[in-house]
């Protein structure tokens, strides 16, 4: 039988080498956070005073709950930040993107001056199409620099760009278009992915069916051999509108709460929530946490592996490691092609010093085994991140060791899309607690509390809030201002997040999951991803799902649905040793009524798994719109 986490051990740390703290742009966490505490709009303030304004604010803040607005009438424009700036300055020829594509020799390289040139013809030729500051554009692209050139140009002119992930079907897509009634789709013939092309033109012809906002479609076309009819007065192709216009297209001057985009989330149930966020506190708070977090220095090398159609592509693919002037990398490719050694492949090859991903990476890694990464150096890496759910302890280790050697701090960063920029992780130079993301960043008032908003006391359970407004916060719903309101009423006075977390002794927080992934077994609310947890605490399970079965006794039963490492092998023996498990980690409770062995688990493009697939297919039932799923 395995060693369990019942014993409850002592909380073990990893305490990074000093020289981080020491050398880091934050320095102390503590001493920060209390001088974010002294006088809090000071310390944005300063913030904001190291970016390029137009003018700047009368007033840091002004809340007038649950609605802020920041830096109030600061004028500026994000993309003179992450271009004018560095091209005026002293990063000209730096080399600000690398894209990678799936092939050996795919690569392109621009130098900041390179990108700055590109955005401003680009940017011309939106205005040349009509497009005007306020108009929405939606952008549905592979990650190619263009998708990033196309962002960038949408805010120099002050257009509300809406970037549709390129792995979308044409009904979500179309749902998007209509939803931000969009005047231009920009997008491309094709995404290539393991060695395929896969088309999107007739995605997108599909997409604006009934979208009667659009008036072009620009298209890429990558495939030159027999390149892609452009038919009607409606389509152009994307580098005819770069001819012909002015090489210099000077940034719009944006209020600092005009919108600079909205961005979907797909959300559990629903129709997808348009999150709009503004031009100066998202700008300020990517700078601030690229800058703080990632610690990102002149040398850096910055690898984030999100895609920039989700918000830790706008946010941390592109917006804040631009705005500092750090050199970046992008990849077209998938991390198991044409190898499960590719990653490790850029890292060395592009000595890669920042690598940003996500925990469903790490263990799909894990679970190809260490001889992949094995084969490369990785010395070139000083700072790991992660995002998008917990990192569970197991991950955490293997990360840590196996690609960091056990010298590269994790910062395990909790945000969403709704906060557009880190909220919670562990700083530089802090000791890492696996399992935790860490504390609120400095700027950030995250705590966990009950339903009335009482705090709840160390090692209990509770809904994950945010006390106070921050930059980067999203202003509304798109179309549905109700929807953005119920964020700031569902426990008074906080922002409530939907995660549910448990705050350790030591004031590290662990996000748990969605609270609103619950099952009731018996009057008990258990958290999927509490059992899911504790099913990958075993060191057979790579992955695991768990969903909630009617059961005319219990409410409800849990079933679990585990993928194994390669290193084991399915068994009833193996599935009565996961059921002990869970009894001694979770409690009898949570244990699973059945357990079934599979070979993948429905998730979506961004790695989240939809459990309402598994329980439909359970159930019998139509699993509903499965457009948002990966192949
Ligand atoms: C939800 C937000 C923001 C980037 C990508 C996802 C989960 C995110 C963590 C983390 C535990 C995390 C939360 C959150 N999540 N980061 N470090 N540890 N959970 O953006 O699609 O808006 O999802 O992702 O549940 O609420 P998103």
Known sequence: MEESAQSRPEPKYYTPNPSYREKSWMGDYSWTYNEFLKDPEQFWDRIAKKLHWFSEWDKVKEWNYPHAKWFVNGKTNITYNCLDRHVLGERRNKVALIWKGESEDDERVFTYRQLYREVMRFANGLKKLGVVKGDRV???????PEQVIAMLACARIGAVHSVVFGGYGAAALNQRIVDAGAKIVITADMAIRRGKSIPLKHTIEEAIIGAPTVEHLIILRRELRTPVEIHSEMEIDFYEVMTDVEPDCPAEVMDSEDPMFILYTSGTTGAPKGIVHTCGGYMVGVYYTTRYIFDV???????????????????????????????????????????????????????????????????????????????????????????GEPLNPEAFEWFYHVIGKAKCPIVDTWWQTETGMHMITTVLGEPMRPGFAGKSIPGVIAD????????????????????????????????????????????????????????????????????????????????????????VSHKAVAEAAVIGKPDPLKGNTIKAFVILRNTHTPSDRLKNELFYHVRITLGPIAIPSEIEFVDSLPKTRSGKIVRRVLKAKEMGMDPGDISTLDE
């Not at 006391?457 to 407004?469: D, H, W």
């Not at 009423?489 to 999951?513: R, W």
Request: charged letters at 20%.
């Open 138 to 144: 939606c952008i549905y692209m592979p990650v190619i």
């Open 297 to 387: 220095k002149e040398s850096d090398v910055y690898w984030c592996t999100a895609d920039p159609g989700w918000i830790t592509g706008h946010s941390y693919v592109v917006y804040g490691p631009l705005s500092v002037g750090a050199t970046i990398l992008i990849g077209e490719g998938t991390p198991d092609y044409p190898d499960a050694g590719i990653w490790w492949k850029m890292v060395e090859e592009y000595g890669v010093s920042i690598l940003y991903t996500a925990p469903t990476a790490i263990r799909m890694f894990m679970k190809m085994g260490r001889e992949w990464p094995d084969k490369y150096n990785l010395s070139s890496l000083r700072i790991l991140g992660s995002v």
């Open 448 to 535: 966990v509390v009950d339903k009335t908003g009482k705090s709840v006391p160390p090692g209990t359970s509770g809904f994950l809030v945010i006390k106070e407004p921050w930059p980067a916060m999203m202003r509304t719903v798109y179309n549905n201002e109700e929807r953005y309101i119920k964020y700031w009423e569902t426990i008074p006075g906080c922002y409530t997040v939907g995660d549910l977390a448990i705050k350790g002794e030591d004031g590290n927080i662990m996000v748990i999951g969605r609270s609103d992934d619950l099952i009731i077994v018996s009057g008990h609310n258990i958290g999927t991803a509490e059992v899911e947890s504790a099913l």
